[in-house]
Nanobody, 122 residues
Framework: VQLQASGGGLVQPGGSLRLSCVDS????????ITWFRQAPGKEREGVSC????????YYDESVKGRFTISRDHAKNTVYLQMNSLKPEDTAVYYC????????????????WGQGTLVTVSS
């Protein structure tokens, strides 16, 4: 598993970004994928997860109704659409997996992609 996240950047409050997670070894279809984030001075937290069937998704309360996770099997990519962004969403975002088929609660991961920085500021 070789995950890589991209799509971060600087956005104003209320704006949107879409993060992408790809696996260069093309095994993304086989595992649940979780997006984590780590803000400066804070512990890493699970944000959203999608299971192998794409039927079950998980969202942290802080992002429910604003973030949407999805998977494009043809493109070997998992997305995190982030709308109505707030300054408190500022963090490095990581996609990760523990090679399970379902999402775990609390979220866990053994394989991590490099992070992508999201900055929400005016």
């Amino acid at each position: 598993v070789q995950l890589q996240a991209s799509g971060g950047g600087l956005v104003q409050p209320g704006g949107s970004l879409r993060l992408s997670c790809v696996d260069s070894e093309f095994t993304l279809d086989y595992y649940a994928i979780t997006w984590f984030r780590q803000a400066p001075g804070k512990e890493r937290e699970g944000v959203s997860c999608i299971d192998i069937s794409d039927a079950r998704t998980y969202y942290d309360e802080s992002v429910k109704g604003r973030f949407t996770i999805s998977r494009d099997h043809a493109k070997n990519t998992v997305y995190l659409q982030m709308n109505s962004l707030k300054p408190e969403d500022t963090a490095v975002y990581y996609c990760a997996t523990d090679q399970a088929t379902g999402c775990r609660n609390p979220p866990e991961a053994d394989y991590w992609g490099q992070g992508t920085l999201v900055t929400v500021s005016s």
